[in-house]
T-cell receptor
Framework: QKEVEQDPGPLSVPEGAIVSLNCTYS??????FMWYRQYSRKGPELLMY????GNKEDGRFTAQVDKSSKYISLFIRDSQPSDSATYLC????????????FGKGTKLSVKP | DSGVTQTPKHLITATGQRVTLRCSPR?????VYWYQQSLDQGLQFLIH???????AKGNILERFSAQQFPDLHSELNLSSLELGDSALYFC?????????????FGQGTRLTVV
């Protein structure tokens, strides 16, 4: 079992839809959770960073972490064609072990 | 722009050759991480350096090596290249070596081995 599992999609939604992207993780030591957006052939861009369970909101984006079920979600409200990209979830444990463990990414397409 | 600079952007080389990929972290960041991204494997962690010292190794082949210099830039050396080494190679940087710090990625080096 991979430490971070993510449905690769692809996911296609109409413009304006609410998008839900999800990951599960298996390592109980993971304490920090991130969502990255990656456009084709570009570097991953940090979108959201959370530490504790609960919700964190930034504009149209909401990151949700449920540590009891080891579930990570990213919600995108009022999705736009410019949101079309691959979304990667990542987790890391605490302490000095700083490398991020990534899911394989979900490819999202928002149709006008 | 994340502030992390990688060169070159593209590299085409033959099997058996050796290449060096370079990464300049964001100003003030002491940690550099290297990742390999291929279509079927996603982003795979290779190696982590903090302030010049190796901190962690992931799925890095023995043919690959890395170092971080006193000015904090890092180089990833890939030798005896094989077709399967063709991938995107990313570096990321962060202020600290782990825990509660964000990691920012460069634009990557696309390596094609022919």
């Amino acid at each position: 079992q991979k430490e971070v599992e993510q449905d690769p999609g692809p996911l296609s939604v109409p413009e304006g839809a609410i998008v839900s992207l999800n990951c599960t993780y298996s390592n109980s030591a993971f304490q920090y959770f991130m969502w990255y957006r990656q456009y084709s052939r570009k570097g991953p861009e940090l979108l959201m960073y959370t530490y504790s369970s609960g919700n964190k909101e930034d504009g149209r984006f909401t990151a949700q972490v449920d540590k009891s079920s080891k579930y990570i979600s990213l919600f995108i409200r009022d999705s736009q064609p410019s949101d079309s990209a691959t979304y990667l979830c990542a987790s890391r444990s605490g302490g000095s072990q700083g490398n991020l463990i990534f899911g394989k990414g979900t490819k999202l397409s928002v149709k006008p | 722009d994340s502030g992390v600079t990688q060169t070159p952007k593209h590299l085409i080389t033959a099997t058996g050759q050796r290449v060096t990929l370079r990464c300049s972290p964001r100003s003030g960041d002491l940690s550099v991480y290297w990742y390999q991204q291929s279509l079927d494997q996603g982003l795979q962690f290779l190696i982590h350096y903090y302030n010049g010292e190796e901190r962690a190794k992931g799925n890095i082949l023995e043919r690959f090596s890395a170092q971080q210099f006193p000015d904090l830039h890092s180089e990833l050396n890939l030798s005896s290249l094989e077709l399967g080494d063709s991938a995107l190679y990313f570096c990321a940087s962060s202020v600290a070596q782990g825990g509660d710090t964000e990691a920012f990625f460069g634009q990557g080096t696309r390596l094609t081995v022919v």
